[in-house]
């Protein structure tokens, strides 16, 4: 597709092209098929990495990272193509902004063209809107109407026997944390299960793709199946030196390298049809890397009848199938999990299904009942009072938190107070949700703070960061009989601090001067 519309735009309309991609595999493949499709085309390309700058051809091929500051030196351009064009920042600065603007100042009259499998972003939604750089949505096809059309490879989908739980993951920007995401993933439990159930299941598949959560847990996956199954399983990150980084892509392409590990370098634009299965030994909160990750497997190949997806962070009952990603809406109802795991087989299928596509396993009826599976073990004693106790506080810490299983649930803010050694009382403010639990989170907040109630919770957790909240003292912690949790009813705050508004209105000389973490002193 991209080679058509470059050689339409040359030799239809007389026009000149570049086209854009931020890594150098990128870059390669679309030189290669634009020779391949339309040979006649003069084809140039501007990339350190490749060692090539190339200027003044038809069709320039170009690294965002190499030309960003250079729109001026290469001259007009009537089209930009961006491949992979979810990665364009929707504000702000950024490469691709830069060359963009500098772009239409050559050239006022330029045409910029997106390509992505995922127009998404995990915090602003669609990439496309009346005042972005891509504005409307020109042409789209689904995963569904592809696979029957046999223009890409169906996939299967296993979720892991051995799950982590990421209950407790701290968000930051939209994503798991990546540390966090490691050490709980990099466990010898979870490896040795992960890599057995790799090894057992992918007997009869030739390229086995493995996404890690960060080097060590890579490194360790390496080492388990090369002890615990003697198989080769190679590893590639963002450090491996550019000549090993090719000999193990050349190795797992042609086939004779059965397993590859990698960390965060694969996920976008990696072209190897060979691929049969797909590991995920990660979660992610963002269904744009989720998308891009299982996308690996897509390609068809001679001999390939599906791709084998292995889930072992949760993803697919987070998202949802492949072919019907769900993307949290903040101005709907959280909804039902929009995929379910087979409890005989493993599959992960649609949420809609009755019975199993794999295994023929029949699911029970829904039932429309809210209450516990299990009674409380606690006695309900009409003239029984409730248990409160006091707890200093000694230090407090704010977090976007997700429900888990449910990707449509509304975020909210998860207070943890530090009551003793690794000891937390916990509580939840539900800063987007409606109605009561919205007023409630306005008394909290107004409670410990002069700012505005926030209407995200992401604005919450950046102003709770930077000061804006009093700082808590105690808290008091009451379980009523019956009651499966604790529940903090009160609490003893400081002053609140002045508002960002009181502090800009307020002479820098009537400031408080603070003392700072190395002692210098300045403005509050």
Not at 101 to 114: F, L
Not at 294 to 302: H, K, L, S, T, Y
Not at 309 to 336: E, W, Y
Request: one cysteine or more.
């Amino acid at each position: 597709m991209l080679a058509q519309i470059c050689s339409d735009a040359v030799e239809l309309w007389n026009g000149r092209v570049f086209v854009l991609a931020h890594v150098k595999e990128l870059l390669e493949q679309a030189a290669d098929k634009l020779r391949l499709m339309a040979p006649a085309l003069p084809i140039g390309v501007y990339s350190a990495g490749l060692g090539r700058r190339d200027i003044g051809y038809a069709v320039t091929i170009a690294g965002v990272q190499s030309v960003y500051e250079r729109a001026y030196d290469m001259g007009p351009a009537d089209l930009i193509i961006v491949d992979e064009a979810h990665l364009i920042p929707p504000d702000g600065e950024g490469m691709y902004r830069r060359f963009l603007t500098d772009a239409k100042e050559v050239n006022p009259h330029v045409r910029v063209i997106g390509l992505t499998a995922t127009p998404y972003r995990m915090k602003t939604g669609m990439i496309c809107g009346a005042d972005t750089i891509l504005n409307h949505v020109c042409f789209e096809v689904g995963v569904r109407e592809l696979i029957t059309g046999g223009f890409i490879c169906p996939l299967r989908s296993r979720a892991g026997k051995a799950k982590p739980d990421t209950s407790e993951l701290h968000v930051r920007a939209g994503e798991f944390k990546a540390d966090e995401v490691e050490n709980l993933m990099d466990t010898s439990d979870l490896v040795e299960a992960a890599c057995d159930e790799i090894v057992s299941r992918t007997r009869d598949r030739h390229s086995v793709l493995i996404f890690c959560a960060g080097v060590a847990h890579a490194e360790h996956v390496v080492e388990v199946m090369a002890a615990r199954h003697k198989v080769e399983c190679g590893f590639v990150c963002g450090k491996t030196s550019e000549v090993d980084r090719a000999k193990a892509l050349y190795r797992f392409r042609t086939g004779e390298l059965r397993y590859l590990a990698n960390v965060n370098v694969l996920t976008t634009g990696f072209d190897a049809p060979n691929i049969d299965c797909i590991a995920l030994l990660r979660p992610t909160l963002s269904p744009g890397l989720y998308y891009q990750m299982v996308g690996r497997g897509f390609r068809m190949a001679d001999g390939k009848t599906d791709c084998l997806v292995m889930d072992f962070g949760g993803n697919v009952i987070r998202h949802g199938p492949v072919d019907a990603i769900r993307l949290a809406d903040p101005n709907k109802c959280p909804g039902d999990p929009p995929a379910k795991e087979c409890p005989e087989c493993n599959a992960l299928i649609h949420a809609a299904c009755a019975t199993c596509p794999e295994c023929g396993h029949a699911f029970p009826p829904r039932k429309e009942s809210a209450h516990d599976a299990m009674a409380s073990d606690e006695e309900i004693l009409s003239g029984q009072s409730p248990t409160r106790h006091d707890e200093k506080v000694h230090s407090v810490d704010c977090y976007v938190h997700h429900k888990q299983g449910d990707p449509l649930a509304k975020p909210t803010m998860r207070v943890e107070y530090e009551i003793g050694f690794n000891t937390y009382a916990k509580e939840w403010v539900c800063l987007e949700h409606k109605g009561y639990a919205r007023k409630k989170a306005e008394q909290w907040w107004r409670l410990r703070s002069n700012d505005p109630v926030p209407n995200t919770v992401e604005e919450a957790v950046q102003l709770a960061d930077d000061g804006a909240l009093a700082d808590t003292l105690s808290i008091t912690i009451e379980k009523k009989p019956g009651d499966k949790y604790e529940r903090i009813v009160d609490c003893e705050l400081g002053p609140k601090p002045p508002s960002a508004a009181q502090l800009d209105a307020k002479p820098e000389h009537e400031l408080d001067p603070v003392i700072g973490p190395n002692g210098w002193e300045a403005p509050f």
